[in-house]
């Protein structure tokens, strides 16, 4: 049943819907003012990861944040008013929208690092096919890292490729690699010993124990080079991981349509 209660704006910001037909309303642009249903418990959530959002993110508080919606008559959390689809943000002279991950994979894996802050479900670019271009975000699982949970893998694996340079499969399958580079990671960043990470069991319980830490570094790493122009869709970037992923991105560009048999929304 759909909740009476009803947001406009999250943290400040108007929320826009912009999945109409028409091309000045479509995916991508700003859409237009909407207002939707989601539960009490469901917004407060919203309104603290949001502002959260503006004040990590070195472009402070966005203009317009656009949805795909949040209370809908289909199964799953967003029957429940317990789920919300976040296409993009747009600032005054930059826009992000969540369909070009392969070209700004830092900035949406900060954006990201937020999101999972404050929700237990968050599925990405690399989920499935139907969330290439949004992120869905629900709050019917707990937050913290769950190694049988590929989204959260998938997220640990892309951290590791994108932003730290510790490349390994993106496969959503926490194997010997994953965990080998996240070891790798976390005493590199001071977030454990290597003696304390001696065994599986131990690298578990490390990685819940450091998770809201590292994302706090994941969205600083992610957002640090973040700034008013938009991410150009190819041209001169110097370092070695940004010519990295220019390589990731076209190989991610040829995968599309790959996986649409995986996974499923929660
Ligand atoms: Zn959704």
């Not at 049988?148 to 932003?163: A, G, N, P």
């Not at 220019?246 to 929304?265: F, M």
């Amino acid at each position: 049943m759909r909740p009476e209660n009803t947001v406009a704006e999250l943290a400040g910001v108007p929320v826009h819907y912009d999945r109409y037909r028409s091309d000045a309303h479509g995916y991508g642009t700003r859409g237009r003012p909407v207002t939707l249903h989601c539960t009490a418990a469901f917004e407060e959530k919203l309104q603290a990861c949001f502002e959260e959002l503006w004040d990590v993110c070195p472009l402070g508080r966005a203009e317009v944040v656009t949805t795909a919606g949040a209370y809908v008559d289909k199964p799953g959390a967003h029957s429940k008013g317990r789920a919300f689809d976040l296409d993009g943000l747009f600032w005054s002279e930059r826009a992000f929208v969540a369909r070009n991950y392969p070209r700004e994979r830092e900035f949406y894996l900060a954006v990201e690092a937020v999101l999972r802050k404050h929700f237990g479900t968050v599925l990405n670019y690399r989920y499935n096919a139907a969330h290439r271009d949004h992120f869905h975000i629900d709050d019917l699982a707990q937050r913290g890292f769950y190694k049988s949970h590929r989204s959260r893998v998938l997220f640990l694996q892309m951290i590791l490729t994108h932003l730290f340079e510790t490349p390994v499969a993106v496969d959503g399958i926490f194997g010997p690699e994953t965990s080998e580079a996240a070891r790798e990671m976390l005493v590199r960043r001071e977030l454990a010993s290597p003696g304390a990470l001696a065994g599986g069991e131990a690298l578990d319980r490390t990685l819940g124990e450091v998770w809201f830490d590292l994302l706090g570094e994941v969205a600083r790493a992610g957002f640090a080079d973040a700034t008013a122009a938009s991410p150009p869709a190819s041209g001169p970037d110097e370092t070695p991981l940004a010519l990295l992923n220019q390589v990731y991105a076209a190989i991610d560009e040829e995968r599309v349509g790959g996986w649409e048999k995986t996974g499923r929304e929660a």
